[in-house]
């Protein structure tokens, strides 16, 4: 993991200091309301539904034992018990106190985390593949390319006024878990046909109520020139980004406006300029980086532990089937913890479950956690001879929920429960979808299959990007629900379609039965994907099965 | 002119706590919905939001909320800034104190 410099403490210590004497202002009443918002903002102090809301940065979703441990208590004392992940990879708070958040920000300080570039028209804080620098696949880690951004980007004086703000992810997989087709930039490690190492650039990509695929800005950019390109892309954005407008003001409308061409032309020309200005420094810092995310010391063990209780162990079985994912080390394992348990709202975690998995990263996956766009949280090396005490600890600690992937795995924004965004509310349509499916025993007879949910149309439950989607809306007064089919957040890329029209909170429920009902009888076998099957047949038959003809009144 | 059996509340949330508060009577914020003074009028709920907003540094966000003659509001979203999250067993009051 990447350590803090002497800079790096000094910078968050001062934020939290600065932003202690800014709410003792408001106090006082030497700032307004007006002058404070932005403030606050800055620090990813939001005020939603209920009062205010805490958004904490986990820059590229990693977090160590000391980190999970100091969240829970941070949860403990100044919040209600629980925190909730996102589909950012950050963490929030729903209950904080102004008057309590200088103290959070110290004690965040204190553990090298913070809450700066969680909001606002800035570069907000870079998120990557949460199996990085562990899964099988990868050509190589996108973690040093992600905090060299971090850094590059942290209060960048430059891009602190954008139009909107801007979202980079980065992967350094072909199988994109970091959904980079769909920010503001996508990061794509590749290398050149001479192994030279370098970055696929997209740009454009977002959801939100204008969903819009990135394109590929640059096919091969060269290691040396991630930083002047990026400066480049922001350069244009800044300039040519439209302002008057705040739905129209993402890098997504400006390349609608533009066109890949275009934008590409002026990208290149501002990276002529900007490129002489960088002598190497940003490589060397690269370097420096990159020796903090070394594979950690592997062991060597016998894995027959988890051979014999995979063998007698039915439960501990279908737990390995759908929560592993294959490790770069053959005798090592990546596990998904999935915080999507029957009942328990999507991304929710109690501090003593923290506790209880921070204990067993330290223990047994080399002191570190992934916090997952899909609001799950991964041990991303753990051997397979530990694999039957880790998951007796996670048992313990109510963890264990054997569904990765699945359809009852799925994502959620806060909709609104929580958020003054929101038109209507998205974790109990979850919570009630999970538990019907579950009843009816279908969650692994189904498959892989992803079901993302939004309370409005900003799309932070990725709703546009989900097999099936549920986008939550207001219709007349009443919560409406309305359906879309066959998204795909990874490079074959596809934005769902809206099936017809929305259904009442107490009827999408029923929907999404006859829904997947209708995708059981229609596949093929059961090896064929929903996606397939869609793509095979359309959507007629599943509007066919969603919208049954009415039964004629007598 | 609004219909005789629709009223307006003063909404906010306190500065410090972030608490959800309304408008009392005597110009004072109560977490309780039911300590609200009721306006029939827009325009006298209208000014009071003015000075609010002019007047009041200790409360971020006002605004006004349709409430039926019972007092309770009439969009669902009001409703569930006063009950809390409907997802979770948080028992708001106690949770507040």
């Given at each position: 993991m990447y350590a803090y410099s002497e800079f790096d403490r000094h910078f968050?210590?001062?934020?939290?200091?600065?932003?202690?004497?800014?709410?003792q202002r408001r106090i006082d009443g030497a700032l307004t309301e007006e002058e404070f918002r932005p403030l606050r903002l800055m620090n990813g102090l939001y005020l939603l539904l209920h009062g205010y809301m805490m958004r904490i940065a986990i820059p590229y979703g990693t977090l160590n034992s000391r980190q999970m441990l100091a969240l829970a208590d941070i949860a403990e004392r100044w919040d209600r018990g629980y925190v909730h992940f996102t589909t950012r990879q950050n963490v929030q708070l729903h209950w904080p106190a102004l008057v309590d958040v200088p103290d959070i920000l110290d004690a965040l300080a204190a553990m090298?985390?913070?809450?700066?570039?969680?909001?606002?028209?800035?570069?907000?804080?870079?998120?990557?593949?949460?199996?990085?620098g562990a899964s099988a696949d990868e050509l190589a880690d996108p973690r040093p390319t992600a905090e060299l951004v971090r850094q590059w980007s942290?209060?960048?004086?430059?891009?602190?006024?954008?139009?909107?703000?801007?979202?980079?992810?980065?992967?350094?997989?072909?199988?994109?878990?970091?959904?980079?087709?769909?920010?503001?930039?996508?990061?794509?490690?590749?290398?050149?046909?001479?192994?030279?190492?370098?970055?696929?650039?997209?740009?454009?990509?977002?959801?939100?109520r204008t969903p819009v695929i990135g394109q590929v800005l640059r096919k091969f950019l060269p290691q040396a020139d991630l930083l002047p390109y990026l400066e480049a892309i922001l350069q244009v954005y800044n300039e040519i980004g439209r302002r008057d407008n705040?739905?129209?003001?993402?890098?997504?409308?400006?390349?609608?406006?533009?066109?890949?061409?275009?934008?590409?032309?002026?990208?290149?020309?501002?990276?002529?300029?900007?490129?002489?200005?960088?002598?190497?420094?940003?490589?060397?810092?690269?370097?420096?980086?990159?020796?903090?995310?070394?594979?950690?010391?592997?062991?060597?063990?016998?894995?027959?532990?988890?051979?014999?209780?995979?063998?007698?162990?039915?439960?501990?079985?279908?737990?390995?089937?759908?929560?592993?994912?294959?490790?770069?080390?053959?005798d090592y394992t990546i596990v998904s913890v999935s915080l999507k348990s029957p009942g328990k709202t999507p991304g929710d975690m109690e501090v003593g479950q923290m506790r209880a998995l921070a204990l067993i990263a330290k223990r047994w996956s080399h002191d570190e956690l992934r916090v997952s766009h899909e609001q799950n949280i991964i041990l991303p090396h753990v051997h397979k001879g530990d694999l039957p005490a880790v998951y007796q600890a996670l048992q313990s600690a109510g963890l264990a929920t054997a569904n990765a992937g699945l359809i009852t795995d799925l994502i959620a924004c806060p909709g609104m429960d929580y958020?003054?965004?929101?038109?209507?509310?998205?974790?109990?349509?979850?919570?009630?979808?999970?538990?019907?499916?579950?009843?009816?025993?279908?969650?692994?007879?189904?498959?892989?299959?992803?079901?993302?949910?939004?309370?409005?149309?900003?799309?932070?439950?990725?709703h546009h990007v989900g097999h099936i989607g549920i986008l939550g809306l207001e219709k007349r007064g009443v919560e409406s629900y309305q359906i879309t089919l066959g998204g795909d957040p990874t490079r074959s890329a596809a934005i769902g379609k809206i099936i017809g029209p929305g259904f009442g909170a107490d009827e999408i429920v029923n929907a999404i039965e006859r829904?997947?009902?209708?995708?059981?009888?229609?596949?093929?076998?059961?090896?064929?994907?929903?996606?397939?099957?869609?793509?095979?047949?359309?959507?007629?038959p599943f509007k066919a099965a969603i919208y049954p003809p009415k039964e004629p009144t007598p | 002119m609004q219909s005789p059996d629709q009223f307006q509340v003063v909404t906010a949330n306190d500065l410090l706590s972030g608490k959800v508060v309304f408008m009392t009577g005597n110009r004072t914020w109560s977490a309780d919905i039911r300590h609200a003074?009721?306006?029939?009028?827009?325009?006298?709920?209208?000014?009071?939001?003015?000075?609010?907003?002019?007047?009041?540094?200790?409360?971020?966000g006002p605004y006004l909320v349709d409430v039926s003659a019972t007092g309770m509001p009439l969009h669902f979203r009001e409703?569930?800034?006063?009950?809390?999250?409907?997802?979770?067993?948080?028992?708001?009051?106690n949770a507040a104190a």
């Open positions: 968050v210590a001062t934020r939290a200091q600065q932003f202690r004497d800014q709410v090298d985390m913070h809450a700066v570039q969680t909001s606002g028209s800035c570069i907000r804080a870079v998120t990557a593949d949460h199996l990085a942290t209060d960048h004086p430059e891009f602190a006024f954008l139009p909107r703000k801007f979202k980079i992810a980065v992967t350094g997989s072909p199988a994109d878990r970091a959904v980079t087709r769909f920010h503001d930039i996508g990061l794509t490690l590749v290398q050149s046909d001479h192994g030279t190492p370098g970055y696929e650039v997209s740009v454009g990509g977002g959801l939100g705040k739905y129209k003001a993402r890098i997504k409308i400006t390349l609608l406006e533009n066109g890949i061409a275009a934008l590409r032309q002026r990208v290149n020309s501002s990276f002529a300029r900007q490129q002489p200005r960088f002598d190497g420094a940003d490589q060397e810092v690269l370097a420096r980086i990159e020796a903090g995310f070394q594979p950690p010391a592997y062991k060597r063990a016998p894995i027959q532990p988890y051979i014999d209780q995979r063998a007698q162990d039915p439960a501990f079985r279908q737990f390995c089937e759908t929560n592993l994912r294959a490790h770069k080390q053959a958020c003054d965004l929101a038109t209507a509310r998205s974790t109990p349509v979850a919570k009630a979808i999970a538990a019907r499916i579950e009843a009816l025993s279908l969650t692994r007879k189904i498959g892989l299959l992803s079901l993302k949910i939004s309370g409005c149309i900003n799309a932070c439950g990725h829904l997947i009902r209708a995708y059981l009888t229609l596949r093929l076998s059961p090896d064929e994907p929903f996606q397939a099957t869609l793509a095979r047949l359309g959507h007629a | 003074v009721r306006f029939d009028s827009q325009t006298a709920a209208h000014a009071v939001l003015a000075q609010v907003v002019a007047q009041d540094p200790m409360v971020v409703v569930f800034r006063i009950t809390g999250p409907t997802n979770r067993n948080l028992n708001r009051q």
